[in-house]
Nanobody, 123 residues
Framework: EVQLQASGGGLVQAGGSLRLSCAAS????????IGWFRQAPGKKRERVSC????????HYVDSIKGRFTALRDNSRNTAYLQMNNLQPDDTAKYYC????????????????WGRGTLVTVSS
């Protein structure tokens, strides 16, 4: 069974930090790029980051550059998103997704999606 389980969300005050985890199983994790997406109510889903499989390079959306760090541990089939200096605009449900091959900007190219974890940042 393919599983992609995001966890680590919660309620945090502005300026705080959270570390999200994405545990994968049921597929060859090291063959897939891992993207983090978020969606706030009334807004379209956006890609926060994507980490390549081959070289570990990560792409970030401009709004979080310098605050978020994405990484992966292929030996554990787990990806992480370290979120620092969180702001209310970061409030959203965060999803991890897996795409076979290199990172794509198109959501339709991602093969597997987790159910997401909610991050709420209060002011």
């Amino acid at each position: 069974e393919v599983q992609l389980q995001a966890s680590g969300g919660g309620l945090v005050q502005a300026g705080g930090s959270l570390r999200l985890s994405c545990a994968a199983s049921g597929f060859n994790f090291d063959e897939y790029a891992i993207g983090w997406f978020r969606q706030a109510p009334g807004k379209k889903r956006e890609r926060v980051s994507c980490t390549e499989t081959e070289d570990g390079s990560t792409h970030y959306v401009d709004s979080i550059k310098g605050r978020f760090t994405a990484l992966r541990d292929n030996s554990r089939n787990t990806a992480y998103l370290q979120m620092n200096n969180l702001q209310p605009d970061d409030t959203a449900k965060y999803y991890c997704a897996a795409e076979r091959g290199w990172c794509s900007s198109s959501e339709s190219m991602y093969n597997f999606w987790g159910r997401g974890t909610l991050v709420t940042v209060s002011s």
